[in-house]
């Protein structure tokens, strides 16, 4: 089915290990699995799962050579399936299927190769620690950084001075500016990071443009989708928190503020200054009006808008709408958030300069 990712083949003990689970003694420890696919499309040699109950009578029916399920659904996997028994069968699957498919879960190289590129353009100023590779037509300007590890691929522009930390992946036609980025960081192609913030003095006879002298700060273990734009803070940075993950199209604004472990479906937009909590989540199409306050834990629905504050934990959905007195749609909660996890902010940890 994957074809354009080559496969790792692990045994039905390699991915037991992996998920820390024993197997029971008439399992087949050596039976080797090269794949993963939907229930009704896997067959002996395949990894499947079940997360949502509505599709446990493709269960009953699936030729997987091992169904990762919860306990209660043990009894529906076929004879010939081999069933591991995980609390949580679609984070477990994501495990094997980036046991199996490594190179599937960040963006890759073009060419396919280690090392700098003939073709690419490293200024004689910039710093780059060893094992970093570099796709033809990238560029990295004078005082930039990059660490070990960090793959870029073709046609990258890495501005002055950007620091990118360790084992981050970047993909084709990105443009970094005016930034600091963590470790582990995924950004796929198309993205522009730094660039100036929508800022202007209104006036009658002409609008002003007010220079942005801040930077964008992403946090380690971020993800940013294609095409997402990261404007560089006015007068303060723009944060993405530790492990928040940006979908495709999304836009931040300047001097937004982002909490850790945040989840931003496609074509999200957040306005200026505004202060998003650790553990949000917003559905696609969500806009957050400029200099919002939205505390820890929140989830929106779909296309939904924001009214200037709301305070944790609480979801709101893009229905039943009312009009508040500060004029802004205000929009009616529903049931809470099951994440709960309390989780302090961190400081970003860049220090390749003193590595």
Request: proline content about 5%; hydrophobic content about 45%.
């Amino acid at each position: 089915m994957a074809e354009f990712f080559r496969s790792s083949p692990k045994s039905v003990a390699d991915i037991a290990a992996l998920l820390s689970l024993d197997l029971g003694a008439g399992a087949d420890r050596t039976r080797v699995m090269t794949g993963v696919a939907a229930l009704d499309r896997a067959g002996p040699d395949d990894v499947t799962f079940l997360e949502n109950t509505l599709y446990k009578d493709a269960l009953l029916k699936t030729r997987a050579g091992v169904a990762l399920v919860a306990a209660p659904f043990a009894s529906y996997v076929p004879a010939a399936t081999i069933a591991l028994i995980v609390p949580h069968p679609h984070a477990a699957f994501a495990m094997v299927a980036t046991a199996l498919y490594p190179t599937a879960a960040q963006p890759g190289l073009i060419f396919g190769q280690s090392g700098i590129s003939a073709g690419a353009s490293v200024h004689a100023e910039a710093r780059l620690e060893p094992n970093v590779a570099l796709d033809p037509g990238v560029v990295i300007g004078p005082g930039a950084e990059v660490g070990s590890g960090t793959t870029i691929a073709a046609n990258s522009v890495i501005g002055p001075h950007v620091r990118i930390g360790r084992n981050c992946h970047i993909g084709s036609n990105v443009t970094i500016l005016s930034a600091l980025i963590g470790n582990d960081v995924i950004i796929h192609s198309g993205s522009s990071i730094g660039q100036d913030g929508f800022g202007f003095a209104i006036g009658r006879q002409g609008h002003t443009k007010v220079p942005q002298i801040g930077r964008v700060i992403i946090q380690d273990r971020v993800e940013l989708g294609a095409n997402v734009t990261i404007d560089r803070g006015g007068v303060r940075d723009t944060i993405i928190g530790e492990g928040s993950k940006l979908d495709n199209m999304v836009h931040i604004a300047h001097n937004v503020v982002m909490g850790r472990h945040c989840l931003i479906a496609g074509q999200v937009g957040i306005a200026g200054s505004s202060d998003i909590g650790d553990f949000v989540v917003m559905g696609g199409q969500v806009g957050i009006t400029g200099h919002a306050k939205m505390g820890r834990e929140r989830k929106l629905r779909g296309v939904a808008r924001s009214s200037p504050i709301l305070k944790p934990v609480r979801k709101w959905a893009a229905i039943r709408r009312v009009r508040s007195k500060h004029g802004f749609v205000k929009l009616q909660p529903w049931h809470d958030l099951l994440v709960r996890h309390a989780v302090d902010k961190g400081p970003i940890q860049l220090m390749l300069s003193e590595s």
